[in-house]
């Protein structure tokens, strides 16, 4: 069983910058992949970024790319989340996700653990 503590959300205005954190605890290994998914109210949940071990395996999905930087210190187990530019578009609730492979993916259903999420608000 994997624990993931999600944190770093909150409300910011169009064009500001947040930085999430997940810290994950538990049976973890250091090459699994590890991800952030995002679902807005009413929408699927979707795939955001995705990180494995030695900063392998970075998948973007294409709404987030220049905008988004994935990062990950395998000592500390803990998965990073930088976020500029930030749009109306990316409010949501933000989850961190933990898949018991090396390789990653965008399907949700693929991955074993999953955080509480962390709400990011973005205003116009």
């Known amino acids: 069983q994997v624990q993931l503590v999600e944190s770093g959300g909150g409300s910011v205005q169009a064009g500001g910058s947040l930085r999430l954190s997940c810290a994950a605890s538990?049976?973890?290994?250091?090459?699994?992949?590890m991800a952030w998914f995002r679902q807005a109210p009413g929408k699927n949940r979707e795939g955001v970024a995705t990180?494995?071990?030695?900063?392998?395996?970075?998948l973007y999905a294409d709404s987030v790319k220049g905008r988004f930087t994935i990062s990950k210190d395998s000592a500390k187990m803990i998965v990073y989340l930088q976020m500029n530019s930030l749009k109306p578009e990316d409010t949501a609730m933000y989850y961190c996700a933990v898949r018991s492979e090396w390789y990653c993916t965008m399907i949700a259903a693929e991955y074993n653990d999953w955080g509480q999420g962390t709400q990011v608000t973005v205003s116009s």
């Open positions: 538990g049976h973890t290994r250091i090459n699994d992949c």
């Open positions: 990180i494995a071990g030695g900063g392998m395996g970075i």
